[in-house]
């Protein structure tokens, strides 16, 4: 039985650019109206990303990758959102109930995606849904970006068929600290650049 109320998008490039297999993850979708179609619904909005209709995350997500064109990474990249619970509010408070479905849905993204790398862009998912004491990861290190005062620690996580070395950093909405794509570009740079399966 499926963990999941979302399925992941997969770009049409994953895997074939300089990104290799990286799944990026973020929080929770929210909906201003009743959504019909759940499962579908990461796909319908990245897939419908334009220069008219992005909100900040996308943008600062993508800004991290590209300082000029924040679309051009999501046709590279995997996507999901962590949390399966439909959101009314993007300040909305997370119950126990729901971060408890932030592990399984992750394994199961992990296996349907086959990433190598793993950002999660949100502490509250990387701290309180993915807890320490899982079985399934290891911490292996702390990276630090003195010049921007910028950090995150990584995890080696084990799922079905394979693993991948993931960084948990702050959501792109954050405003302590306020979040530039710039300031976190190097740290997210370091980490991609690093070869773990060499170092582990």
């Known amino acids: 039985m499926s963990n999941l109320l979302y399925q992941p998008w997969i770009g049409p490039d994953y895997g074939e650019s300089d990104f290799g ?14 959504e019909k179609d759940y499962t579908n619904f ?14 900040d995350f996308y ?3 993508g800004y991290i990758f590209n300082s000029e064109n924040y679309l051009e990474v999501w046709s ?18 997370i119950t126990i109930k729901q971060y408890k ?21 949100s502490k509250r998912i990387w701290d309180i849904g993915l807890p320490e004491n899982i079985t399934w990861g290891i911490f292996v290190e702390e990276l630090h970006d003195k010049k921007n ?11 079905p068929n394979g693993y991948c070395y993931g960084i948990g950093i702050h959501h792109p909405s954050s405003r302590n600290p306020y979040f530039r794509p710039e300031e976190w570009r190097p740290l997210v740079n370091e980490f991609l650049k690093k070869d773990y399966i060499k170092k582990t």
């Open 101 to 121: 479905t932030v592990e399984p849905a992750i394994r199961e993204y992990l296996d349907l995606t086959k990433p190598s790398k793993m950002i999660v862009f």
């Open 76 to 93: 590279k990249i995997a996507f999901a959102n962590a949390i399966q619970f439909p959101f009314v509010d993007a300040r909305q408070e």
């Open 59 to 61: 943008k600062k997500v």
């Open 21 to 34: 297999k990286l799944l990026i993850v973020g929080e929770s979708h929210y909906f201003y109206h009743k």
């Open 149 to 159: 005062k910028r950090s995150g620690t990584v995890w080696k996580f084990e799922y």
């Open 42 to 55: 990461t796909k319908k909005i990245i897939h419908g990303l334009d220069s008219s209709n992005a909100n």
